[in-house]
């Protein structure tokens, strides 16, 4: 993986601008701390760091072809999985290739095929494509959005990044604030609207999407949406299509010329990337294949089965890695580490997160780096295959409110009154969750049910699904750490769109489906475990170090948060039994304490950012 950055611009000389575009490329250097490279024309600048996990001598970017009298410049940050199959195309088509890289199949493949190629990749990606004979800028993002890219339109120019700080990093771009941007981090942080891109003036490209840029402006196209249709396959028939898919994207994410390993928590998802890993290394003769997993000192102490965590990760981790026969490596953290790791992860996100859910990964990942540069993680299978408590509890889901925000007044009670007026958060909300679940494509002749458990599932795809991939990339990309996702593979995601409920949950247990299909893969005594999200400390004195970070801020009058909060509500929630809220306000981990490092997290962004609310 690596960072991209660039300028268009039809009134500046970017040749002139080379100092610019070095800082803005200077801030993704933790995405690719392997090189960097830049290209500079009259009205385009480009700018690169570069991870190198193929091809580390061919693959340099910006990568530069010439087909007839037209050049093309190619920066990408991702991923192909299907590049042998795309570079024999190529191939049998004229297409000459100088090295071995996933960037020069795609520069081809855009060469060839122009944005019609996007239908061809199986990978995840951000890239730009500059024609300087046409004087063209082409930007396309993944079907799911695991890669992110940012860009802001300004008066006969464009800026596009990967990350939004290095378009900060450009003097035109001011950390400004509005009402809406103020919204999305007040009322669904640490979710945010897909293509919101918080700062004022600052857009996402969507997942799916690419954007072209010339002298006349802005064209956005949707390239790729889940198509709902009438699923033929019989229950088995549909377990052995669920199992060879997954098994393939497992392999095929595989290839690398670094090491690469697994990150491990003995559940069901983990476990399946795992075992088809191992079994591949043995089947090709390589080393034991490494896996990870995280956990905190002294948890087990802490630990009480509830709700949404029934049981600890420990025991089973050990068990699958034995079974596996896994070079295990088990990373521990204690309270001091989260806490001082709460301001590395603002900046990493450069947003407030998810608290220590956030610091915690990114501290896990800078443990791996140091000795792996690729890694494979079960990311998305919950919200794939229904593995959340509100897929079971759909009756019950109220479509003006987010089933994963089923707390919202709790958070809310801790902002002042006067911002809540200004900010209406219950029609903000409603007013997001309604537009994202009209866009459902639903299939004519559904029950009232089957439509309702397809608006949760697009809603989780387009929202919930967003914000864990946005968490997964820039906590393991600010340690130069690729994190790869399989079960993110579009070709899973549009056949188990159509799968009835009743077959995705059957046996009557969450992801019913993938179990099934997983019967053989992962050992009999993982395959049933209940679910268990990611693990998070249960050590009071996390509790205990976040309340008193709050309320030291919040009893410094130069603290930029106290104009947005209710300071008597958090001195009385401070000083209440921990057991008083210790309901999650956002998703299934972030309860109270998560609640206090949410709000230092926003302290911390107001003050380094220099927010300026307008």
């Not at 800078?366 to 794939?384: F, M, N, P, Q, Y």
């Not at 997001?432 to 309702?452: F, H, K, M």
């Not at 958090?570 to 490092?597: C, E, H, S, V, Y």
Request: some cysteine; overall charge positive; glycine content about 6%.
């Amino acid at each position: 993986m690596c960072g991209i950055t660039g300028w268009i611009d039809w009134q500046r000389n970017l040749k002139f601008e080379k100092p610019v575009l070095e800082e803005m490329t200077k801030t993704l250097a933790r995405r690719g701390p392997d090189a960097k490279g830049f290209w500079l024309s009259t009205n385009a600048a480009l700018g690169h760091r570069r991870l190198a996990v193929v091809d580390p001598v061919g693959g340099t970017q910006p990568m530069r072809r010439k087909r007839g009298k037209h050049e093309y410049i190619i920066i990408y940050n991702g991923e192909l999985y299907n590049t042998t199959k795309l570079r024999q195309e190529l191939e049998s088509l004229g297409h000459v290739f100088y090295g071995y890289s996933d960037t020069e199949v795609l520069l081809n493949s855009y060469i060839e095929w122009g944005p019609a190629c996007l239908e061809k990749l199986n990978g995840i990606f951000a890239f730009a494509v500059w024609n300087e004979t046409d004087q063209k800028l082409f930007l396309a993002r993944d079907r799911l959005g695991v890669k992110p890219l940012f860009y802001t339109e300004r008066r006969h120019s464009i800026l596009f990044a990967s990350e939004l700080k290095a378009l900060l990093a450009h003097p035109a771009i001011s950390p400004e604030l509005d009402i809406e941007g103020l919204s999305e981090i007040i009322v669904l942080g640490p979710a945010r609207t897909p293509g919101h891109g918080i700062f004022r003036g600052v857009k996402e490209l969507k997942p799916g999407y690419f954007l072209l840029y010339d002298k006349r402006g802005i064209r956005i196209k949707r390239y790729w949406q889940l198509e709902s249709k009438p699923h033929e396959d019989n229950l088995k028939t549909t377990i052995e299509k669920t199992r060879q898919l997954l098994v393939d994207a497992i392999r095929s994410q595989l290839v690398a010329d670094v090491p690469v390993c697994t990150f491990l928590s003995g559940g069901v998802d983990s476990s399946a990337i795992t075992s088809v890993a191992a079994e591949l290394y043995r089947s090709e003769g390589k080393k034991t294949l490494n896996t990870y997993s995280i956990d905190y000192i002294s948890n087990d102490s802490f630990f009480k089965p509830g709700k949404y965590q029934p049981n600890s990760d420990s025991d089973w981790v050990q068990y699958v890695s034995e079974f596996l026969n896994t070079s295990h490596n088990s990373i521990y953290f204690d309270t001091p580490d989260l806490v001082e790791a709460l301001g590395i992860a603002v900046t990493a996100r450069d947003l407030p997160g998810m608290a220590d859910i956030d610091s915690s990964l990114y501290l896990f990942c800078r443990e791996i780096k140091k000795k792996h540069t690729v890694a494979l993680s079960g990311e998305c299978a919950d919200e794939i295959f229904g593995g959340y408590p509100w897929y079971c509890n759909v009756q019950n889901w109220k479509k003006n409110t987010f089933p994963w925000i089923a707390e919202i007044d709790t958070k809310m009670n801790v902002f002042s009154p006067e911002l809540l007026e200004l900010l209406k958060p219950a029609n903000y909300m409603a007013n997001r969750c309604q537009a994202t679940v009209a866009e459902t494509p639903l299939l004519p002749g559904e029950s009232p049910q089957e439509i309702r458990m397809r608006q949760m599932f697009y809603l989780n795809f387009h929202w919930f699904m967003q914000t864990l991939l946005e968490r997964k990339d820039r906590m393991s990309m600010a340690t130069g750490l690729e994190v790869r996702v399989p079960f993110c593979d579009h070709r899973i995601i549009e056949y188990v769109w159509n799968i009835p409920w009743e077959i995705k949950n059957c046996d009557n247990i969450e992801k019913g489906l993938l179990r099934r299909a997983l019967k053989g893969i992962i050992p009999e005594g993982v395959l049933y475990r209940r679910k268990s999200p990611y693990p998070k400390t249960h050590n009071p004195n996390y509790l205990a170090a976040v309340r008193k970070s709050l309320l030291d801020i919040i009893s410094d009058p130069t603290s930029p948060i106290i104009e947005l909060v209710n300071l008597k509500n958090i001195r009385k929630m401070a000083a209440a039994n921990a057991d008083t809220f210790d309901r999650p306000w956002f998703g299934q981990l972030m309860t109270g304490p998560q609640l206090f490092a949410y709000l230092i997290q926003i302290d911390i962004w107001l003050r380094k950012y220099k927010i300026r609310i307008i």
